[in-house]
């Protein structure tokens, strides 16, 4: 089915909001989880919705509950993020972040306590909105860990993704955003509803053998997701541990946090004044110098040109906010269900989206 976003936001709001949200809460979880399926990551969008929805019913994530500085170093924070969705509290750290940098120049935030953070591109385009250059570091304990480290054939650690960002003075920052897997679970979620394969050198089955089956990371015992780039993407993911986890204090995959009360994000974020480094004019002058550079050299046959990091995603915003956001039948038919849960009927989501004339499948 084609869904309309303004449409998609609708519903998934109901939803929050039937499941206990404030309006202010329950709009801004849908707006980030539609934001993330508008830039072309289904994993990080509103496929998350029944996953938030039986968290909640388990008590893993508290509807309402806002981020607080317990560490106040001047240009070091420390934040708690008290078990609320990720989508508030982790935007709620960062702004406390970009507010200390207009004062210090400079600002090392450590996250703690969080729900799934979602896409930390949302974190890194709130930096650059402000001007700002930013790095984030990610990890996740509380569950079963999912990535095996290079040379092993069992998960010990989460798909811990990193972020960087710079502003452009072209509207959208340079932005990689990149989980230290080969593919982020939630990608292999939209596999397994699709009824897809991942490709070759992805996975491993719990003996530790190749497969390409997506179910061997919901089942048990679990299989395990390659790093990306091998021993490279191991080193990353691993130091996406230490700094969110081990520096930033929220702790780190073990088997000591594997069966912890909740699901918990760790995010470590640098926050940079890039006039603390140089002058705008030079900034942006070497900015503009080297993406021509980069972006100057031909294309490789049957190919369409260099690309910058975010600029797919840029790409894919136009074309989902004129035509429509896709969504499978199985992950819809999941999200049905978890509304049903929190007393959302059918017949009322599909009368959100004939306001839009969007297609129901139920």
């Not at 470590?268 to 002058?279: C, F, K, R």
């Not at 190919?303 to 035509?323: C, I, K, S, Y």
Request: hydrophobic share 45%; net charge negative; proline share 5%.
């Amino acid at each position: 089915m084609i869904v309309d976003h303004e449409a998609l936001r609708r519903v998934v709001s109901a939803v929050f909001r039937a499941a206990g949200s404030d309006d202010a809460e329950a709009a801004l979880v849908a707006r980030r989880l539609v934001e993330a399926n508008l830039a072309g990551h289904d994993s990080h969008g509103v496929a998350r919705v029944p996953q938030y929805i039986e968290a909640v019913q388990a008590g893993d994530v508290t509807p309402n509950r806002h981020a607080g500085v317990i560490a106040d170093q001047g240009a070091i924070l420390v934040v708690d993020g008290n078990g609320g969705y990720g989508h508030v509290v982790a935007g709620e750290a960062t702004e406390f972040g970009i507010e200390r940098v207009a004062e210090t120049g400079v600002c090392v935030v450590a996250l703690r306590n969080a729900h799934h953070i979602g896409r930390i591109s949302h974190w890194a385009e709130l930096c650059s909105a402000a001007g700002y250059a930013s790095m984030h570091f990610v990890n996740s304990i509380g569950h079963t860990p999912l990535v095996a480290p290079f040379g092993g054939r069992h998960a010990r650690i989460s798909t811990n993704p990193f972020c960087v960002a710079l502003p452009t003075r072209g509207g959208w920052p340079i932005l990689l955003d990149m989980a230290t897997a080969k593919v982020a679970e939630g990608k292999i979620r939209v596999a397994r509803n699709k009824g897809q394969e991942v490709e070759d050198d992805t996975l491993l089955d719990p003996s530790g053998a190749p497969t390409n089956d997506p179910g061997v990371i919901y089942q048990r015992p679990r299989g395990a997701i390659l790093p990306v780039g091998g021993h490279k993407g191991y080193g990353l993911g691993l130091f996406c541990e230490l700094f969110a986890g081990a520096l930033g204090g929220g702790g780190t995959m073990k088997p000591e946090t594997e069966g912890a009360a909740r699901v918990t994000n760790n995010m470590l974020s640098v926050i940079i004044d890039p006039a603390l480094l140089t002058d705008a004019e030079s900034y942006e002058a070497e900015v503009d110098s080297i993406v021509a550079w980069v972006k100057g050299t031909p294309p490789v046959d049957g190919g369409e040109g260099v690309l910058l990091p975010n600029e797919p995603e840029q790409r894919m915003r136009a074309e989902r906010m004129a035509d429509g956001i896709p969504i499978d039948a199985v992950t819809w038919g999941l999200i049905l269900e978890a509304a049903e849960t929190v007393a959302v009927d059918r017949e009322r989501i599909a009368g959100m989206l004939a306001v839009h004339g969007a297609e129901s499948h139920q």
